[in-house]
């Protein structure tokens, strides 16, 4: 059964710090790759970060610096910690597991419900 689900976002004032978590079933864990999308209202949903099975990384630029991405096998947990937070990163973030080739997304992708994170100014 696929199954993610998401924990840890909320309000917060610009400059401060999230955790948010991700906990999977242990099959879509093993997805190639896991990561974090975010969209805000007007705007496409966009890649934020994602971690590949071996442990590599991929952030959009907008996070470079800020974000971290890492996941605990272990756990079947992926985790993002947005620090110095900002008002621009207010968005519904979704995570996402891919199972294809590449960093995705793609067609055959599994997503959890979303959790709002609102950056203050």
Not at 82 to 87: H, S
């Amino acid at each position: 059964q696929v199954q993610l689900v998401e924990s840890g976002g909320g309000l917060v004032q610009a400059g401060g710090s999230l955790r948010l978590s991700c906990a999977a079933s242990r099959s879509t864990f093993n997805s190639n790759v896991m990561g974090w999308y975010r969209q805000a209202p007007g705007n496409q949903r966009e890649l934020v970060a994602g971690i590949s099975r071996g442990g590599n990384t991929n952030y959009a630029d907008s996070v470079k610096g800020r974000f971290t991405i890492s996941r605990d096998n272990a756990k079947n947990t992926v985790y993002l910690q947005m620090n110095n937070l900002k008002p621009e990163d207010t968005a519904v973030y979704y995570c996402n597991a891919h199972p294809g080739v590449g960093w995705g997304p793609g067609a055959y992708d599994y997503w959890g419900q979303g959790t709002q994170v609102t950056v203050s100014s």
